[in-house]
């Protein structure tokens, strides 16, 4: 059983791997070649920044297919993700730690499959997916990463929200009030622009997919006019511990336990 984790994040978590080496793949999707890659003992770390090195690619942009495709292809089983989001619940405030169970899709443009009817996608193990995939989606999140990442935040000594439900817009622009109000009536608890498709194409693909988000700001109404000062404030405050967790996610030993992303 190959042991390959991957990483997704942004800037605060690029530093980790600064010294890494890059690769570049290619995907029938498009190539990646912002694929950093490093070794801790025998696990090989991939680590894939979600909007370029640069920051320069909006989450509507971002090839989400080609990025999993890439992981898919080196071998990776396990994606840990971060991200960057508002809350949309009062308790929740700016600074804090979510690692979300629930997903609601709010996007409007993505592509959301691999699967377009013609596709086959083979796996390590021998089988195949191809034509009309309908997945069960019932838990999005995977039950094993999830509790990894509640456990190393916790081992950090940061509080941790252990449960949430990411709404996920089209973005690039932020929510209105209104779309706030919809989206607290629904449900959730975190509102952000990235986790569709990139935990239903992961699952697509039966790897493990799971994130950690790290709120910086309320939703739009629920606070005065937030300053882009603030939000990096926050950020630059908590991404240390981020990286702390990353650290402890990249050496622990990682639960064997049958999940069901694979089946
Ligand atoms: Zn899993």
Do not use: W
């Amino acid at each position: 059983m190959s042991d390959k984790i991957a990483i997704i994040g942004g800037s605060g978590v690029y530093d980790l791997f600064k010294k890494a080496s890059k690769i570049s793949v290619k995907t029938p999707y498009g190539k990646v070649e912002t694929i950093k890659k490093t070794k801790y003992k025998e696990r090989e770390i991939f680590f894939l920044p979600r909007h370029g090195p640069k920051h320069s690619v909006p989450p509507h942009l971002i090839n989400y297919k080609a990025n999993i495709f890439a992981l898919h292809s080196l071998g990776v089983k396990k994606i840990y993700a971060t991200n960057a989001v508002g809350s949309i619940d009062i308790s929740i405030k700016p600074g804090d730690f979510v690692v979300p169970d629930q997903i609601i899709d709010m996007t409007k443009v993505r592509p959301l499959t691999f699967f377009d009817g013609s596709t086959t996608i083979k796996f390590e193990d021998g089988s195949s997916r191809k034509g009309v995939v309908h997945l069960d989606y019932t838990e999005p999140y995977c039950i094993n990463l999830r509790n990894m990442y509640i456990k190393a935040v916790e081992d950090i000594g940061e509080m941790v929200y252990t449960k949430g439900v990411y709404v996920c817009s089209e973005g690039p622009r932020f929510e209105t009030s209104a779309e706030i109000i919809m989206y607290q009536k629904m449900g959730g608890t975190l509102a952000g622009m990235t986790t569709v498709p990139e935990a239903i194409l992961a699952r697509e693909l039966k790897m493990c997919y799971s994130t950690l988000c790290l709120i910086t700001n309320f939703g739009a109404g629920m606070q005065e006019k937030i300053t882009h000062e603030e939000v990096v404030e926050i950020f630059e405050q908590k991404t240390n511990q981020v990286k702390e967790v990353m650290k402890k996610i990249i050496s622990s030993e990682h639960s064997s336990v049958k999940c069901n992303c694979i089946s």
